[in-house]
């Protein structure tokens, strides 16, 4: 059983950087591209990085992600406001043969 | 623009079934996967298949192998998932995602279902 690991809740203040981890194992974070979406309540998720660490057009260089072994983290600089949400990594699983997801991280900008 | 306009709220009691659609716009739909994912209540995403839209093979996990069905319309360039014997615990949001430039690229809006006596 997958279980990918992140950090429930984490907090900045505006124009701070923050960071936010994402941790596997060899079957899916370490042998797999990792994802990074971010989810507003009552709203669509976003896809935030693709593959560790490319973001989608459209989407703020505000925003970064890398991946080293069976870890991964998402960076945000420059923290606003409208940067507070859910925010979730997801990756294939090799021993599921399936896709899992993070737990996901609350960010609260202060 | 690429949108994912999904089927309404469903309320349903144990032992039934629920269709949600997803009608696609704004790309080639036969180009692409589309997934489904839910999240219960306080719960992480979880995935729950995927479809290729244009031969229509499907994938699903060992979780909901036997229960879930995810089919498409070519023409409707619309994607249903099915989801039968439902119990409490399938209470969530449903969500279709495409899987094109990457994963999960694009959402729907999400549908609540909820499944009550």
């Known amino acids: 059983q997958s279980v990918v690991t992140q950090p429930p809740s984490a907090s900045g203040t505006p124009g701070q950087r923050v960071t936010i981890s994402c941790s596997g194992s060899?079957?899916?974070?370490?042998?797999?591209?990792v994802y990074w979406y971010q989810h507003l309540p009552g709203t669509a998720p976003k896809l935030l990085i693709h593959?560790?660490?490319q973001r989608p057009s459209g989407v703020p260089d505000r925003f970064s992600g890398s991946k080293s072994g069976t870890s991964a983290s998402l960076a945000i600089r420059g923290l606003r406001s409208e940067d507070e949400a859910d925010y979730y990594c997801a990756t294939w699983d090799d021993s599921l043969d399936g896709w899992v997801f993070g737990g996901g991280t609350k960010l609260a900008v202060l | 623009q690429v949108q994912l306009v999904q089927s309404g709220a469903e309320v349903k009691k144990p032992g039934a079934s629920v269709k949600v659609s997803c009608k696609a716009s704004g790309y080639t739909f036969t180009s692409c996967s589309m997934h489904w994912v839910r999240q219960a209540p306080g719960q992480r995403l979880e995935w729950m298949g995927w479809i290729n839209a244009g031969n229509g093979k499907t994938k699903y996990p060992q979780k909901f192998q036997g229960r879930v069905t995810i089919t498409r319309d070519t023409s409707a360039t619309t994607t249903y998932m099915e989801l039968s014997s439902l119990r409490s615990e399938d209470t969530a949001v449903y969500y279709c995602t495409r899987d094109m430039v990457a994963p999960f690229d694009y959402w729907g809006q999400g549908t609540l279902v909820t499944v009550s006596s």
């Open positions: 593959s560790n660490n």
């Open positions: 060899s079957s899916d974070i370490g042998s797999n591209y």
